[in-house]
């Protein structure tokens, strides 16, 4: 089993920066790729961005791409996500999970999950 820590969240103005960390222990040697995910007030969970631990490829959902960039330090067992220019609607509580795969996007295909942080924009 993975145990995940996100940390990093606060309150911030609309296009302003911030950097959310993850940090990973336990099995990590299983993990295969590690995403973001985040979940407004009343809407579904949805994918953000996400890593594959051995080359770092990524990608992206449209609504982030270009503004955020997801990065990792496998001697650290953590994972990053960059978020520039944020904007009102990208306030969220923002959870980082594992996947044994590459390339998906829905939130069944992802196991551990941390217990999130919260992220909000002001205008």
């Known amino acids: 089993q993975v145990q995940l820590v996100e940390s990093g969240g606060g309150l911030v103005q609309a296009g302003v920066s911030l950097r959310l960390s993850c940090a990973a222990s336990?099995?990590?040697?299983?993990?295969?790729?590690m995403g973001w995910f985040r979940q407004a007030p009343g809407k579904a969970r949805e994918f953000v961005a996400a890593?594959?631990?051995?080359?770092?490829?990524?990608y992206y959902a449209d609504s982030v791409k270009g503004r955020f960039t997801i990065s990792r330090d496998n001697g650290k067992n953590t994972v990053y996500l960059q978020m520039n220019s944020l904007k009102p609607e990208d306030t969220a509580v923002y959870y980082c999970?594992?996947?044994?795969?590459?390339?998906?996007?829905?939130?069944?295909?992802?196991?551990?999950w941390g217990q999130g942080t919260q992220v909000t924009v002001s205008s």
């Open positions: 336990g099995r990590t040697f299983s993990t295969y790729t």
């Open positions: 890593i594959k631990w051995s080359d770092s490829s990524t």
């Open positions: 999970a594992t996947s044994n795969a590459y390339g998906s996007k829905r939130r069944g295909d992802f196991g551990s």
